[in-house]
């Protein structure tokens, strides 16, 4: 049992890739010292205003808990695709705790190392395998104060010949094919720090901000402040004594590490960094933000304006944001309201004058259709073939000559006669 268990480290590195991505990536991780870009921003404020830059993580807030080992959980699930698909768990175990077998029958056949917390080893044991212990083992590691969680799966089959006993992978997990009545050892191992005991929580947490000046390269960078979880804070130059910049006291335990900048100056222009690092978690994060001062805004008037209304001085007192509008009314005079008047009286006289117009216009051409009605009657018929009769009246008019006229025998008078004969005959014609 022993060599089975010194044995472990190289059957997790030959058979487990997902050990090698784990140890990777944590030595990738604390051998970085900027840590990775998670946010970067442009910011431009106008000189003289106040700038705050933005950084928040929950995952560095530290409480001092006691209890802090249950935080970190071990458990084992086993998937059974047949006769019926099934999840069971099959054990669990944190620190503070002794690990715990759901399942009667594997009482003392399946175990974890107790060592697990101290050595990051918590491979699962199964001692005597049964047919029934055919399925997909998942080693499931939960750190909730660090917020990380990680899983390895692997794949147990049970044979009876031992022609047939062998590991392998498959593309996805490895495969375990393992003699009936065989003991097998499924490798979980995590040698993180943070998995382990003996460290200080509050000792490996660490946030910090960086300036760079335009024309500074990033390894000249100037420190401005350097923040514990401890409670210890160091402050480099003046700005922070000044109460030029400032950053919450409490930061640490909110999460939020936001850096202040008041009175803002063109000096002030430049890269700010922020860097959060928990080295038990793993932590290493960066945001960045370019700040741009802008030329101030323009100085808002100190009286407030004077509005006249019914001749009384009225002092504004509410203050308006954004674009300032001033509403002046001027006072009303006596001559307004005769204006008004002269301009209603002169559209009615316009419109009285257009009316009388219009009925005049209508009665005269009613008068004129009346005396064409009336001529109508006098003039002549024509008869087919372009003759025209005239009426007797008309020629008895024409013909007629009064019977006691004294120039009956008178040439000159006959021819008179005739010719305005003639011309009421023209006149009626036409």
Same mark, same amino acid.
């Given at each position: 049992?022993?060599?089975?268990?010194?044995?472990?480290?190289?059957?997790?590195?030959?058979?487990? &890739?997902?050990?090698?991505?784990?140890?990777?990536?944590?030595?990738?991780?604390?051998? !970085?010292?900027?840590?990775?870009?998670?946010?970067?921003?442009?910011?431009?404020? &106008?000189?003289?205003?106040?700038?705050?830059?933005?950084?928040? !993580?929950?995952?560095?807030?530290?409480?001092?808990?006691?209890?802090? #080992?249950?935080?970190?959980?071990?458990?084992?699930?086993?998937?059974?695709?047949?006769? @019926?698909?099934?999840?069971?768990?099959?054990?669990?175990?944190?620190?503070?705790?002794?690990?715990?077998?759901?399942?009667?029958?594997?009482?003392?056949?399946?175990?974890?190392?107790?060592?697990?917390?101290?050595?990051?080893?918590?491979?699962?044991?199964?001692?005597?395998?049964?047919?029934?212990?055919?399925?997909?083992?998942?080693?499931?590691?939960?750190?909730?104060?660090?917020?990380?969680?990680?899983?390895?799966?692997?794949?147990?089959?049970?044979?009876?010949?031992?022609?047939?006993?062998?590991?392998?992978?498959?593309?996805?997990?490895?495969?375990?094919?393992?003699?009936?009545?065989? !003991?097998?050892?499924?490798?979980?191992?995590?040698?993180?720090?943070?998995?382990?005991?003996?460290?200080?929580?509050?000792?490996?947490?660490?946030?910090?901000?960086?300036?760079?000046?335009?024309?500074?390269?990033?390894?000249?960078?100037?420190?401005?402040?350097?923040?514990?979880?401890?409670?210890?804070?160091? #402050?480099?130059?003046?700005?922070?004594?000044?109460?030029?910049?400032?950053?919450?006291?409490?930061?640490? %335990?909110?999460?939020?590490?936001?850096?202040?900048?008041?009175?803002?100056?063109?000096?002030?222009?430049?890269?700010? !960094?922020?860097?959060?690092?928990?080295?038990?978690?793993?932590?290493?994060?960066?945001?960045?933000?370019?700040?741009?001062?802008?030329? &101030?805004?323009?100085?808002?008037?100190?009286?407030?304006?004077?509005?006249?209304?019914?001749?009384?001085?009225?002092?504004?007192?509410?203050?308006?944001?954004?674009?300032?509008?001033?509403?002046?009314?001027?006072?009303?005079?006596?001559?307004?309201?005769?204006?008004?008047?002269?301009?209603?009286?002169? %559209?009615?006289?316009?419109?009285?004058?257009?009316?009388?117009?219009?009925?005049?216009? %209508?009665?005269?051409?009613?008068?004129?259709?009346?005396?064409?009605?009336?001529?109508?009657?006098?003039?002549?018929?024509?008869?087919?073939?372009?003759?025209?009769?005239?009426?007797? %009246?008309?020629?008895?008019?024409?013909?007629?000559?009064?019977?006691?006229? @004294?120039?009956?025998?008178?040439?000159?008078?006959?021819?008179?006669?005739?010719? #305005?004969?003639?011309?009421?005959?023209?006149?009626?014609?036409?």
């Amino acid at each position: 049992m022993h060599l089975d268990m010194t044995l472990l480290p190289i059957v997790a590195m030959l058979f487990m &890739p997902g050990a090698w991505g784990q140890s990777g990536s944590s030595g990738s991780s604390s051998s !970085s010292t900027l840590g990775l870009v998670v946010e970067a921003k442009n910011i431009t404020l &106008p000189a003289g205003s106040k700038a705050v830059l933005p950084c928040h !993580s929950p995952r560095m807030v530290w409480t001092q808990d006691r209890l802090k #080992d249950r935080q970190r959980v071990v458990h084992w699930d086993l998937v059974r695709s047949s006769p @019926e698909y099934s999840v069971e768990r099959v054990l669990d175990m944190s620190p503070g705790a002794r690990q715990r077998v759901y399942n009667g029958f594997n009482k003392g056949r399946i175990s974890v190392p107790v060592s697990a917390f101290d050595d990051g080893n918590f491979s699962l044991v199964i001692d005597n395998v049964v047919t029934t212990d055919k399925g997909v083992y998942t080693c499931n590691l939960h750190h909730h104060y660090c917020q990380i969680h990680q899983s390895i799966q692997i794949q147990l089959n049970v044979t009876k010949s031992a022609r047939k006993e062998k590991r392998y992978w498959d593309g996805e997990r490895t495969v375990f094919v393992v003699l009936l009545g065989k !003991s097998v050892v499924l490798p979980c191992v995590n040698r993180r720090s943070l998995w382990r005991e003996g460290l200080q929580e509050d000792q490996q947490q660490v946030a910090h901000w960086d300036f760079q000046p335009p024309g500074v390269r990033p390894d000249r960078a100037g420190r401005l402040v350097d923040l514990y979880a401890s409670g210890e804070r160091r #402050d480099y130059g003046p700005l922070f004594g000044q109460s030029k910049m400032s950053v919450e006291e409490d930061a640490f %335990t909110l999460g939020d590490f936001s850096l202040s900048i008041s009175n803002l100056k063109p000096v002030d222009k430049g890269l700010y !960094s922020c860097h959060l690092h928990h080295h038990y978690c793993g932590l290493h994060e960066r945001r960045i933000f370019r700040l741009t001062v802008g030329p &101030p805004l323009p100085s808002a008037p100190t009286t407030a304006p004077r509005v006249f209304q019914n001749d009384v001085l009225v002092r504004r007192t509410e203050e308006v944001e954004g674009p300032r509008v001033v509403n002046v009314i001027l006072p009303e005079h006596r001559g307004y309201f005769v204006q008004h008047l002269g301009y209603f009286l002169a %559209t009615f006289l316009l419109l009285a004058f257009i009316v009388v117009a219009v009925i005049v216009l %209508t009665r005269r051409r009613k008068k004129r259709g009346l005396e064409y009605d009336l001529r109508r009657p006098n003039q002549g018929h024509v008869i087919g073939g372009g003759e025209m009769s005239l009426d007797c %009246t008309e020629l008895r008019t024409c013909n007629q000559e009064p019977m006691n006229s @004294e120039h009956k025998n008178n040439l000159l008078k006959e021819s008179d006669m005739a010719k #305005d004969c003639n011309k009421d005959f023209v006149k009626l014609w036409k």
